[in-house]
């Protein structure tokens, strides 16, 4: 096996490497933005679950409220 054998086989296998690397890169990128949409979301339901909740607890103050003044008169 020569030199430029070697070499050539050496320079392939960078190209290889550095395909690799790019898509190792992309699919970081990709899952990154993923990452940031599912955190996004996860926030919205978490807000939404808040308001919905609260409301909640408001039409049940308002009931016992309504309750507790029939039962009184």
Known sequence: MGVSSVFDRLVGQEAVVIGLRAAAAAARD???AQLAEARAEASRIREQART???AILAELKEQAQA???RIVA
Request: avoid cysteine.
């Open 67 to 69: 309750e507790s003044a």
């Open 30 to 32: 990709e899952y990154t």
């Open 52 to 54: 919905e909740g609260q």
